[in-house]
């Protein structure tokens, strides 16, 4: 985008739609005190705006708008199988919001949502009486920010404080929350919970800035871990999804020694490990919206409706990774998603 073109375009969140039954709910008041200048537009229903037909994903993003909407059901809903359940017998996401801030290249969602605008459900109460119904029958793993980066919206929603707290009384709850934010701040007052995992996603320095637009840096979100690592919070490292480049190796080497040269490895929970993956439907999406993305267009082999690097370098990348990472981490501690493809 040359300059010209940027005054084309609005700021993030310049326009607010608000669902009419959202708008007395105390979380609306709260996001909106946030973008007093924001023009403010009632809906009746969320998809009147984020379904509509002919919307571009990529122009969206560039300027992405806020719907705020009240959710009536699926509050939870059961685990993918292109994700990891750590081994957890009654696994499950939820989907707080709809849609990230940052604009990684290989994120499923531009496949997945017809709209690039971000949606927020302001009633978190409901998810939370949903949750407790669930732990009523047996133990819950939850992940809490699949569809989105929940702890970048940390400013503006206070979602995670909630979630922790709501963790603290619930014991048979484990909390996922996932993210490449790095604004540890966020984090200083609220209190970490054994049960509530923060999982920070880690990329090779030349991806991230390559394809992760928006994010903060390698080193930023080492900083990051760094700093609430001493404060107490239970921590999850995830090398997933793991890209492939021509120098992979090189690449990947450098991520995990430089890693663990800076976290201590005893205070991590637990490490993730997968190649990139995504569904056949989502990819054809994502190959419309991204034309000229290297990443998106690569060959994949579609493996039962699941399209990954195909079996030969799928499992090479997952081998030799996983051998970095032993050197550090106990073998038990690395969970993988599907060790031989
Ligand atoms: S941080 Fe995650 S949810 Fe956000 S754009 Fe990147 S891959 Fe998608």
């Known amino acids: 985008m040359n300059n010209s073109d940027s005054y084309l375009f609005n700021p993030f969140f310049s326009h607010i739609y608000i669902e009419q039954e959202a708008l007395k709910h105390p979380n609306t008041a709260k996001i909106l005190s946030r973008y007093p200048n924001a023009e403010y537009i009632p809906i009746k229903h969320y998809k009147d705006v984020f379904c509509r037909g002919h919307q571009s994903y990529g122009l969206q993003k560039q300027s992405p708008k806020l719907i705020l909407a009240i959710k009536k059901t699926s509050f939870v809903y ?8 750590f081994g957890n017998q009654h696994f499950y996401y939820t989907s707080l919001v709809m849609n990230c801030i940052y604009d990684c290249e290989y994120c499923y969602l531009q496949g997945m949502y017809p709209s690039a605008n971000i949606v927020i459900y302001v009633n978190l109460e409901d998810y939370f009486k949903e949750i407790v119904k669930l732990l009523e029958a047996y133990p819950v793993y939850l992940c809490i920010s699949y569809d989105t980066d929940l ?11 909630q979630w922790l707290a709501f963790a603290g009384k619930q014991p048979g709850l484990t909390i996922e929350l996932r993210t490449k934010c790095a604004a540890s701040q966020v984090l200083d007052n609220l209190m970490p919970q054994d049960n509530f995992i923060l999982a920070w996603t880690l990329t090779p320095e030349t991806i991230q800035s390559k394809y992760e637009h928006h994010t903060p840096s390698l080193q930023e979100r080492l900083a990051c871990i760094n700093k609430v690592m001493n404060k107490g919070y239970t921590l999850r490292l995830c090398f997933d999804p793991l890209i492939y480049q021509e120098d992979w190796q090189t690449l990947y080497n450098e991520l995990v020694r430089r890693t663990f040269l800076t976290l201590p490895a005893d205070k991590i929970r637990d490490v993730s490990l997968g190649v990139f993956r995504v569904s056949h439907d989502y990819l054809k999406q994502m190959r ?4 000229d993305s290297v990443i998106i267009q690569y060959p994949y082999e579609n493996d039962h409706g699941i399209c990954h690097y195909g079996r030969t370098l799928s499992n090479a990348m997952i081998s030799y990774v996983r051998n970095l990472i032993k050197e550090y981490i106990s073998e038990s501690k690395i969970y993988i998603w599907k060790e031989t493809i």
């Not at 702890?151 to 206070?158: D, H, P, R, S, W």
């Not at 419309?288 to 034309?291: D, E, G, L, S, V």
């Open 288 to 291: 419309k919206q991204r034309p």
């Open 78 to 85: 059961e685990g993918a199988p292109v994700c990891q359940s």
């Open 151 to 161: 702890l970048a919206f940390e400013n503006i929603l206070g979602y995670v404080g």
